[in-house]
């Protein structure tokens, strides 16, 4: 039988003391029906890990332990970067600037927005960042997301992109596209809990045939707009839809703001 996991662990207990020395022994071992698994022993890694090519999913033994971290608050080296490839469960993806950087633009703590197709779902995880969104997400073509029990969190002052981010594809012919949240706290010290972007037709393509984001059961806090409709924006263009072309969809329910429910 193939290998299809592999353990990392700091303290050098393990196949691997860094994550992308295993990301590097399993890329192409894994396929769209068996994925590559990386077992993550506690630690913290301050490691840019890019899984989005590769068929390669995350396993932490701690979500409070098992932390993928970078230091320096830069958008092009989050601590992970992911696509519709990829999933994951029990770790946390931490974005800071101790390091006092100043990057064209701010880390998330994940960044979904790499093509790959495929059902992407990350349970039990922290996705933080203290200068901007804990997650950033566009969906591109055939990927559906789903977070499930995860904590997604804007720490900072810093930038005010929403707890979490969310936008369909800026790119023309890309379909089946989706989004579920479930049962995550979504937080931000400032005034945007969550912003839902309608990218695609802010690029002028107006072809999007319905990406659907589906909310249940989420708690989400501004803590300038508590959980009033203010804490969440909508950007659309045209206006047209939910969030433009984007739907909110017809399963949601259970949320504290009660814009997002149907």
Same mark, same amino acid.
């Given at each position: ?17 860094? +994550?992308? @020395?295993?990301?590097?022994? /399993?890329?192409?071992?894994?396929? @769209? ?25 995350? *396993? ?7 932390? +993928? ?10 601590? &992970? ?36 197709? /495929? ?14 969104? /804990? ?16 904590? +997604? ?12 981010? &969310? ?11 989706? &989004?579920?949240? *479930?049962?995550? *706290? ?25 990406? +659907?984001?589906?909310? *249940? ?46």
């Amino acid at each position: 039988a193939m290998i299809n996991f592999c353990t990392v662990s700091k303290d050098g207990g393990g196949d691997f003391k860094t +994550i992308n @020395e295993a990301v590097e022994f /399993g890329k192409n071992l894994g396929t @769209e029906k068996e994925k590559f698994i990386i077992y993550l022993m506690p630690g913290i890694y301050i490691e840019h890990v890019n899984i989005a090519p590769y068929h390669i999913n995350i *396993i932490g033994f701690d979500r409070e332990k098992c932390i +993928i971290q970078i230091n320096n608050g830069d958008y092009h080296n989050v601590p &992970l970067n992911v696509s519709g490839r990829n999933s994951g469960s029990n770790f946390t993806a931490y974005a800071t600037n101790s390091e006092n950087n100043t990057p064209s633009i701010w880390a998330y703590g994940m960044h979904c927005d790499s093509s790959g197709e /495929g059902r992407s779902v990350w349970n039990n995880c922290n996705f933080l960042s203290t200068v901007n969104a /804990g997650v950033g997400l566009g969906t591109q073509n055939n990927q559906q997301y789903e977070f499930i029990n995860c904590k +997604i969190e804007n720490l900072g002052t810093n930038y005010n992109g929403g707890g979490l981010y &969310l936008h369909n594809s800026p790119y023309a012919g890309h379909h089946t596209m989706s &989004l579920k949240v *479930i049962g995550c *706290i979504i937080s931000t010290k400032m005034t945007a809990s969550m912003i839902i972007d309608d990218a695609n037709a802010n690029a002028g393509h107006n072809d999007d045939d319905g990406t +659907i984001m589906t909310f *249940i059961n989420n708690n989400f806090w501004s803590e300038v707009n508590g959980k009033s409709n203010d804490s969440i924006v909508f950007i659309s263009v045209p206006t047209t839809g939910d969030i433009g072309q984007i739907k909110i969809g017809s399963r949601s329910f259970g949320n504290n703001v009660i814009k997002v429910n149907k």
